[in-house]
């Protein structure tokens, strides 16, 4: 055994011990000549390179088409407008009538995506925490019940709204349901409230795992001996609740508000399955705006699509920074 | 050890002799969606195909109708896609179809057999031969005869108007207990028909699009207030935003509506999911004051511009545009076949032992001679589609409430207007 492990070693080593010596001679001539600065460049370039190529490209030529109209996919053969289409996407005769809109979908859409994040980012935040924090008891079956929350953040976004789909259209399991316990069945995905209830609860139950294991991470995280203190001194649960708990969870609590904000504004492909963005366009959120504009309409307008994922684009990264603002501080905070 | 490296060297060369001799068959690629079993029989045919032509390969991708709609039209804006589809589209994206005209072997049978019907899907003054209808279809209307017999409601006739078929239909859904009492696929096309029997205009003086008229919203008005009434199954155009397209055949096949309007190319689709579950007719298009129209339309093969072999793309035509293979598709598919020789001689065995076959066939042989001029005009109207995309997006808002008739005509307007703006 001892015999075969070694020569596995030796096949794994020797050729990497001749890669670092054929690339040993450039490395150090390099360094002789740009110090620290020049090494830490040629370390970077592989990550910067890839995601040169696959962010900021695209971002810059999403741009540019935001500066364009027409049909055509080649840049070079689109018409430059300028700021044309932003234009056309704010442009109202009354701001507090979307139907005056030059683009009111864009409008409904932003307004729709709005809604949905301050509701589902609420519920999701709350449901994480509150399952964090049972599943941080010590409780029969904990790993089982971990293991079954987190299960829907492992499924595609498609078969999570099929699944929905199935369960809450008019012929679905939840009216089959009702019927049999002698109820009403509803058409719950042709009503606008019931529509856009479902989608929160759907986003909700499919990505709480991911937050849920955060918060578990920031539970387990808080000393014991500062409940068993709390204990000693006969602290009622709730208090300990307030007073401990969640300001020491303060940190991971503000990474999940703004990791929820974000995936919220991006809501797309579960809400795309299980409502299409109806009844009417009352689940019609931004990025299906933007794919029905860019790619599935009739009426296409890459360039419209173009200029309102920019500004979306631009809420993304206010909220990103915000992000890292509160990672920073969480990282502060955990050197003290 | 000298004697094994000469064999083998020797056997090295007459491998790549072999090779060179041997020329691997070419790979063409078909893009291909089914409404029934048209998938089936195509690869039959290819696979017959492929036998008396071994040099050329053809790998029939099946994919849903939505990858036509939405990602076909992507691939060949950037100059990609199959060396074939088949495409329900076929007006607006002519720039991308191949001219077979300089390939077919035989370009006077392609325009003797298929050339009326060519300016649907080639660019205005164009002589191109661009492809051939796998199908000719007519939009048109179903009502299941069982759950009619069995409320005691009688059809409506030949003449029978829109208000007569909803009507009637709501009858037998307060009878019989259905979720509605009719449904019509969400789609433009489908209800540009029944608007033009209600007297619109889609197309201006010059060519361009007219603004929205009082035919056209005389039905949409209708339209709205049954799906309001709860007439109409909500499901199809309600539940969805933007132009998706969707279809109320699942709810007529399960019997969930006694009424659908939908078209000819459903036939088989029918007649193999509904079985003898219930008996089923086709009632042709009811009537509005200024007829009783549905619209002509279709599905067609087209070669695509950017492929690299276009002799053999030409080849593939040439054999599936062929009058026994026509006559064939089109008799295991039940679908209207779109080949003036065919056509004129007849005597097409439909395939099928389903009873209501035949008679729903002939029903839509009989509607395609009933359309009016506006109907027969919208299938080589380059901005038809301007039109049936306006109308899908904002009739729907209508229905949910979201918008008034009003605003939903000045909005279908300014639609029109931003797609013709953004083409030109």
Request: proline content about 5%.
């Amino acid at each position: 055994m001892a015999a075969i492990s070694k020569s596995l070693g030796t096949v794994v080593t020797v050729p990497l011990a001749w890669l670092a010596r054929i690339i040993d001679y450039p490395l150090r001539w390099w360094q002789i000549r740009t110090g620290q600065g020049g090494m830490a460049a040629v370390f970077l370039f592989p990550n910067l390179a890839i995601f040169g190529v696959f962010v900021i490209v695209p971002l810059v030529l999403n741009f540019l088409y935001s500066t364009t109209s027409g049909t055509d996919i080649f840049l070079p053969d689109r018409t430059f407008v300028g700021l044309d289409q932003y234009q056309r996407l704010l442009s109202c005769d009354d701001y507090t009538r979307r139907i005056t809109c030059r683009e009111d979908q864009f409008w409904t859409a932003a307004g729709n995506t709005l809604a949905f994040v301050i509701f589902q980012v609420a519920t999701m935040v709350a449901v994480s925490l509150i399952t964090a924090l049972i599943l941080n008891r010590n409780i029969a079956g904990r790993g089982f019940f971990r293991a079954v929350f987190f299960f829907p953040v492992l499924l595609s976004p498609v078969v999570v709204g099929l699944i929905w789909r199935w369960i809450l259209q008019r012929q679905g399991l939840l009216n089959l349901i009702m019927v049999n316990l002698g109820m009403e069945p509803e058409v719950w995905l042709n009503d606008r409230a019931y529509a856009f209830t479902a989608t929160i609860g759907v986003s909700v139950w499919a990505h709480m795992g991911f937050y849920t294991l955060i918060l578990l991470a920031g539970l387990q995280a808080i000393p014991k001996d500062l409940y068993e203190a709390a204990d000693m001194d006969g602290t009622p649960p709730a208090r300990v609740f307030w007073r401990i708990t969640l300001p020491l969870l303060g940190p991971n609590l503000a990474v999940v508000l703004v990791l929820a904000l974000i995936k919220g504004v991006q809501i797309f492909d579960e809400v795309y399955v299980l409502t299409g963005g109806g009844p009417g366009t009352s689940t019609l959120y931004l990025t299906q705006y933007i794919y029905e504009v860019g790619f599935a309409s009739i009426l296409r307008n890459p360039g419209l699509a173009a200029a309102a994922s920019i500004l979306m684009g631009l809420v993304l990264v206010v909220l990103t920074l915000i992000q890292l603002w509160l990672s920073g501080r969480k990282e502060k905070a955990g050197k003290r | 050890m000298k004697r094994t490296m000469t064999s083998f060297a020797a056997l090295a060369v007459a491998m790549l002799g072999t090779s060179a001799l041997a020329q691997d068959p070419v790979e063409l690629r078909m893009m291909w969606y089914s409404d029934g079993v048209e998938g089936e029989v195509m690869q039959d045919l290819l696979d017959r195909f492929e036998a008396e032509n071994p040099d050329i390969d053809v790998v029939l991708d099946n994919v849903a109708y939505q990858v036509i709609q939405e990602q076909l039209p992507i691939q060949l804006a950037s100059g990609q896609g199959p060396d074939i589809a088949r495409v329900t589209n076929l007006k607006e994206q002519a720039v991308h179809w191949l001219d077979l005209r300089p390939h077919v072997a035989d370009a006077a049978y392609w325009d003797e057999n298929f050339g009326n019907r060519f300016d649907w899907m080639r660019e205005d003054g164009s002589d191109a031969i661009p492809g051939f209808l796998t199908q000719l279809t007519m939009v048109g209307g179903f009502a299941n005869k069982t759950l009619f017999d069995q409320a005691g409601v009688e059809m409506p006739g030949a003449d029978g108007t829109w208000d007569d078929w909803v009507n009637a239909a709501e009858e037998v859904r307060q009878s019989q207990g259905t979720t509605a009492a009719f449904a019509i696929d969400r789609s433009g096309h489908r209800i540009s028909g029944p608007n033009a029997s209600f007297g619109a205009n889609y197309i201006g003086e010059d060519g361009m699009p007219a603004p929205i008229d009082d035919g056209t919203m005389a039905f949409v008005e209708k339209l709205v207030n049954w799906t309001t009434e709860g007439k109409q199954l909500p499901d199809v155009w309600v539940s969805a935003a933007g132009t998706t397209y969707r279809s109320g055949a699942d709810d007529f096949i399960n019997a969930q509506i006694p009424f659908l309007y939908s078209g000819s190319w459903q036939v088989a689709n029918l007649s193999t999911k509904i079985g003898d579950a219930f008996d089923w007719v086709a009632i042709g298009s009811p009537c509005g004051p200024a007829g009783c129209s549905g619209l002509a339309g279709g599905a067609a093969l087209v070669g695509i511009k950017y492929t690299e072999h276009p002799e053999e793309v030409a080849r593939v035509m040439d054999y599936l545009g062929s009058e026994p293979v026509v006559r064939e598709f089109s008799e295991r598919t039940l679908f209207l076949p779109a080949h003036a020789g065919i056509v004129e001689t007849g005597g097409l065995n439909f395939q099928s032992d389903d009873p209501n076959v035949p008679p729903a066939l002939d029903r839509f042989v009989q509607a395609s001679g009933e359309t009016l001029p506006l109907a027969d005009k919208l299938p080589a109207w380059k901005w038809a589609n301007a039109y049936y995309g306006a109308l899908v997006s904002r009739v729907s808002q209508a229905m949910a409430g979201e918008i008034t008739l009003d605003e939903a005509r000045m909005l279908m307007d300014e639609d029109i207007a931003d797609v013709v703006a953004n083409a030109q």
